[in-house]
């Protein structure tokens, strides 16, 4: 039988780890955090699940909140200057998004893995464990990493990545936030501050979910929106945002939060991430290959809405070739022509248009301009959200 070890328990791990198991392989996913860690932690991230993605996880069983997650119908955008909107318009998707509080999913995930009978090792693996587990093991998937493990992936040099964060940002779970009328979520450009972006979800733990607003705070680094500290509490960051919202916000949209609290006390977070785009198979100092997932390949800034989808995506692509390689290995060769359909289809779009609409090119400044007054692009623009590879088809100019 063969074995293959996964380590991250995240939205690339855990689906691989669940095919994997239901494909016949003998599979160790590897994590630092217990199913109870994971509840009573912080939110991770923003999280918005697109139709092919939704697809993927409720064919392999994996999409619970199919029928009881909001929809997320499309996009409204405003920009906004001195407080006042400048510019509007409303794209509607072609077919519904969801979001689900990535605590509740992967508590869900790992509870159900474990009752699959798949194997849990919950530890903190140094660079010289991982050195010595991997000959028990046909193959060692990382999809999640930081610091030396990370390292053992080198940077893709076809790349040109950002030196700084692109933005600081702050995650916010909210209830008694008034709804859109429409089911849209809500993208707020702020010219020379950053981006204000909010949509319906699920949060709690799993059979006691409940609904409540997402929102994702972009701040330009030095700019009007970058006030929060990853040194204060959650009731300091609650009552930061409000007093940004009453600032830089017409009054309609800022009362749409005026009653607004925190879902739990881990219902925020503050940090940045650093774009990379890494090579998908990296090495051990012993010489052992690793192959690559999720951000560990592909990281970006959650404002482009990617990152879940790019990671879910990684995850399908991966368990189908992992499981249609029945006599070979698993060498650098495999390796590299597994990763490579991803690659090309789903994280490369998914990056050109993070790095697009977070620096928009003048094409993509005269599209947001031009679908004020056409529904039709507007609507076109939404979609490429949840097909970026489609973008090539109206927008140019976007650097790789």
Same mark, same amino acid.
């Given at each position: 039988?063969?074995?293959?070890q996964?380590?991250?328990?995240?939205?690339?791990?855990?689906?691989?780890?669940?095919?994997?198991?239901?494909?016949?392989?003998?599979?160790?996913?590897?994590?630092?955090?217990?199913?109870?860690?994971?509840?009573?932690?912080?939110?991770?991230?923003?999280?918005?699940?697109?139709?092919?993605?939704?697809?993927?996880?409720?064919?392999?069983?994996?999409?619970?909140?199919?029928?009881?997650?909001?929809?997320?119908?499309?996009?409204?955008?405003?920009?906004?200057?001195?407080?006042?909107?400048?510019?509007?318009?409303?794209?509607?998707?072609?077919?519904?998004?969801?979001?689900?509080d990535?605590?509740?999913?992967?508590?869900?995930?790992?509870?159900?893995?474990?009752?699959?009978?798949?194997?849990?090792?919950?530890?903190?693996?140094?660079?010289?464990?991982?050195g010595?587990?991997?000959?028990?093991?046909?193959?060692?998937?990382?999809?999640?990493?930081?610091?030396?493990?990370?390292?053992?992936?080198?940077?893709?040099?076809?790349?040109?990545?950002?030196?700084?964060?692109?933005?600081?940002?702050?995650?916010?779970?909210?209830?008694?936030?008034?709804?859109?009328?429409?089911?849209?979520?809500?993208?707020?450009?702020?010219?020379?501050?950053?981006?204000?972006?909010?949509?319906?979800?699920?949060?709690?733990?799993?059979?006691?979910?409940?609904?409540?607003?997402?929102m994702?705070?972009?701040?330009?680094?030095?700019?009007?929106?970058?006030?929060?500290?990853?040194?204060?509490?959650?009731?300091?960051?609650?009552?930061?945002?409000?007093?940004?919202?009453?600032?830089?916000?017409?009054?309609?949209?800022?009362?749409?939060?005026?009653?607004?609290?925190?879902?739990?006390?881990?219902?925020?977070?503050?940090?940045?991430?650093?774009?990379?785009?890494?090579?998908?198979?990296?090495?051990?100092?012993?010489?052992?290959?690793?192959?690559?997932?999720?951000?560990?390949?592909?990281?970006m800034d959650?404002?482009?809405? @990617?990152? /879940?989808?790019?990671? =879910?995506?990684? !995850?399908? *692509?991966?368990? $189908?070739?992992?499981l249609?390689? +029945?006599?070979?290995?698993?060498?650098?060769?495999?390796?590299?022509?597994?990763?490579?359909?991803w690659?090309?289809?789903?994280?490369?779009?998914?990056?050109?248009?993070?790095?697009?609409?977070?620096?928009?090119?003048?094409?993509?400044?005269a599209?947001? @301009?031009? /679908?004020?007054?056409? =529904?039709?692009? !507007?609507? *076109?623009?939404? $979609?490429t959200?949840?097909?970026? +590879?489609?973008?090539?088809?109206?927008?140019?100019?976007?650097?790789?």
């Open positions: 039988m063969r074995r293959v996964v380590l991250g328990a995240g939205e690339c791990g855990l689906p691989l780890a669940h095919q994997l198991l239901r494909g016949g392989v003998a599979v160790n996913l590897v994590t630092d955090r217990t199913v109870e860690a994971v509840l009573s932690g912080s939110v991770t991230s923003t999280q918005i699940k697109f139709p092919a993605t939704l697809d993927l996880e409720f064919n392999a069983g994996l999409g619970v909140w199919r029928a009881t997650a909001p929809a997320i119908l499309g996009i409204r955008f405003t920009m906004v200057v001195d407080a006042e909107p400048a510019l509007g318009w409303a794209g509607r998707f072609s077919r519904p998004a969801q979001s689900v990535q605590r509740t999913v992967f508590a869900r995930w790992l509870t159900d893995y474990v009752v699959a009978g798949g194997h849990l090792d919950v530890t903190n693996l140094t660079l010289a464990d991982l010595r587990r991997t000959a028990e093991y046909d193959l060692t998937v990382v999809t999640r990493a930081s610091g030396e493990l990370a390292a053992c992936f080198p940077d893709d040099s076809a790349w040109t990545v950002p030196a700084e964060p692109m933005r600081r940002l702050a995650v916010l779970y909210l209830d008694d936030v008034q709804p859109d009328p429409d089911d849209l979520g809500t993208y707020i450009a702020l010219p020379g501050h950053g981006e204000i972006i909010s949509y319906p979800g699920l949060t709690g733990p799993p059979g006691h979910e409940r609904r409540c607003e997402m994702l705070i972009e701040a330009l680094p030095n700019g009007g929106l970058d006030i929060f500290s990853t040194n204060s509490s959650a009731v300091e960051r609650l009552r930061q945002a409000k007093k940004l919202f009453a600032r830089y916000l017409p009054a309609a949209l800022a009362d749409r939060y005026r009653h607004a609290e925190l879902t739990d006390g881990g219902a925020t977070l503050v940090g940045a991430v650093l774009p990379r785009m890494r090579k998908p198979v990296g090495t051990l100092p012993s010489g052992v290959p690793l192959l690559g997932g999720g951000d560990v390949v592909c990281r959650p404002g482009g809405a @990617q990152g /879940a989808n790019n990671a =879910v995506h990684c !995850a399908f *692509a991966y368990s $189908e070739a992992i249609s390689n +029945a006599t070979s290995g698993y060498d650098r060769t495999w390796m590299a022509q597994a990763a490579q359909p690659l090309t289809n789903v994280a490369t779009p998914a990056a050109r248009w993070t790095m697009a609409v977070l620096d928009p090119p003048p094409s993509v400044q599209l947001m @301009q031009a /679908a004020q007054s056409d =529904v039709a692009l !507007a609507d *076109a623009f939404a $979609e959200f949840a097909r970026p +590879a489609d973008m090539a088809r109206f927008v140019t100019g976007i650097r790789q």
